[in-house]
């Protein structure tokens, strides 16, 4: 898996929004971006959320959470990180 960590069955909670897109970070084995639309992609914004996967101590399996998140004025289907710029 290129360094990445397994996936797992977390989720992550994003009322309204339904994904497209999702993009590993070239830099971060832990962290990934997933591009959203409102309303199914019909109609509306968008929103860029950028996630990260960490192991609680305790617990045998990663989680998921949501570090950051950017609203867009159009729906978003695909993302790219930039690999000049972490």
Same mark, same amino acid.
């Given at each position: 898996?290129?360094?990445?960590?397994?996936?797992?069955?977390?989720?992550?909670?994003?009322?309204?929004f339904a994904?497209? +897109?999702?993009?590993?970070?070239?830099?971060?084995?832990?962290r990934l971006?997933?591009a959203s639309?409102?309303?199914? +992609?019909?109609v +509306?914004?968008?929103?860029l959320?950028v996630?990260?996967?960490?192991?609680?101590?305790?617990?045998?399996l990663?989680?998921?959470?949501?570090?950051?998140?950017?609203p867009?004025?159009?729906?978003?289907?695909d993302?790219a990180?930039?690999e000049?710029?972490e």
């Open positions: 898996m290129n360094g990445h960590p397994p996936l797992t069955q977390s989720t992550v909670q994003t009322p309204g994904h497209y +897109g999702l993009a590993w970070s070239p830099f971060y084995a832990n971006a997933v639309a409102a309303n199914f +992609g019909l +509306g914004n968008g929103r959320h996630m990260s996967l960490a192991t609680p101590a305790g617990t045998p990663p989680a998921i959470s949501l570090d950051n998140q950017f867009t004025q159009d729906g978003l289907y993302v990180w930039s000049m710029h």
